[in-house]
């Protein structure tokens, strides 16, 4: 109901007592996130890199450094975040569907460094299904609000593949040029394409930006 929204998780992780920190942290500002310097939780063999390569791949997507991706730790503007209610997962990692958005609409985010602590009681993380549907929920994102940042590198790649393809037929197979060439060139040409028209239709359905900063 409030002017601003803050989020916290209830594992004890989070520095609770620096709530009205954060909330000054965010003057200026549309989002503020608590950005951890440790990761405390468990399996940390393996999400370390998994949260590693998804962080790196969603800065790529919005072309900015994401020092923390899915810190629960946060305040932002209510009126920001209405638009972007309906992208919210039912489950696991609430906190991507809004940062994203914002990341690649225009608003402000902020990232400021906070401690991270051990986790009261016992983690509800599935190593396999909660990291698959945490990448698929980043690239679903991205599909949503920017898709040629998706579809231009892949359509690209293969354009580049096919182009070289071409001219290694022209001299292997004496100027013919293979069935899988020709395909990988189409391939290519689909891909960007889909992202053109994917891009098209984001522009037109996308939520206008609130301007009340």
Sequence with gaps: RGRVVVWTDVD????NDQV?????????????????TSEQGTLKAFRVPAKWFIRKLA??????????????FRAFRRQAALPFLHMLPPGFSCVTPITMPHLTNGYTVRYVPIDYQPRAGRSKFHWWRDTRRYL???????????????????????????????????????????????????????????????DLIVRQTRPRVDERR
């Excluded at 003057?27 to 951890?36: N, P």
């Excluded at 022209?170 to 394409?193: E, P």
């Design 59 to 72: 800065s790529f997507l919005v072309e900015r450094p994401i020092p923390d991706l899915n810190s629960g």
């Design 136 to 198: 698929l929920q980043v690239v679903r994102l991205m599909l949503s609000y920017n898709p040629l940042r998706v579809f231009l590198p892949l359509g690209m790649t293969l354009l580049l593949v096919g182009g070289a393809k071409v001219v290694y037929d022209l001299f292997d197979k004496s100027g013919r040029i293979a069935t899988n060439t020709i395909v990988v060139l189409l391939v290519a040409l689909q891909v960007l394409m889909t992202g053109l028209l994917a």
């Design 12 to 15: 004890m992780t989070y520095p």
């Design 20 to 36: 009205a920190w954060l909330v000054d942290q965010r003057d200026g500002w549309d989002h503020v996130v608590g950005a951890r």
